[in-house]
């Protein structure tokens, strides 16, 4: 079993910086795949980006947002850096069971409760 905390949000101003981290429990964090999803009032959570032995990004997210893992403390992180006012939205992580890397929300079995980030104009 996996647990998973998010930490951080909060509210940015557009252009600005943010860090999220995703604290997890348990044994195995080094042999699993790693996510970031997101989902904004009245959208579907859709897929930010992903770490396993590599990272994968979305398009909207690509060149601004960097995904690191810090194995030894059991954390992933998302470097978030020109925010823009879309990508305001409710950050959740997300682990798979094993290391392949996925960007479908039905790919994760493990879920934390989300982390509010909002970018003001």
């Known amino acids: 079993q996996v647990q998973l905390v998010e930490p951080g949000g909060g509210l940015v101003q557009a252009g600005g910086p943010l860090r999220l981290p995703c604290v997890a429990s348990?044994?195995?964090?080094?042999?699993?795949?790693m996510g970031w999803f997101r989902q904004a009032p009245g959208k579907e959570r859709e897929f930010v980006g992903a770490?396993?032995?590599?990272?994968y990004y979305a398009d909207s997210v690509e060149g601004r947002f960097t995904i690191s893992r810090d194995n030894a403390k059991n954390t992933m992180y998302l470097q978030m850096n020109s925010l823009k006012p879309e990508d305001t939205a409710v950050y959740y992580c997300?682990?798979?069971?094993?290391?392949?890397?996925?960007?479908?929300?039905?790919?994760?079995?493990?879920w934390g409760q989300g982390t509010q980030v909002t970018v003001s104009s």
């Open positions: 997300a682990a798979r069971g094993y290391a392949g890397l996925s960007y479908s929300v039905e790919a994760y079995d493990y």
């Open positions: 348990g044994r195995t964090f080094s042999s699993r795949a």
């Open positions: 770490i396993s032995g590599g990272t």
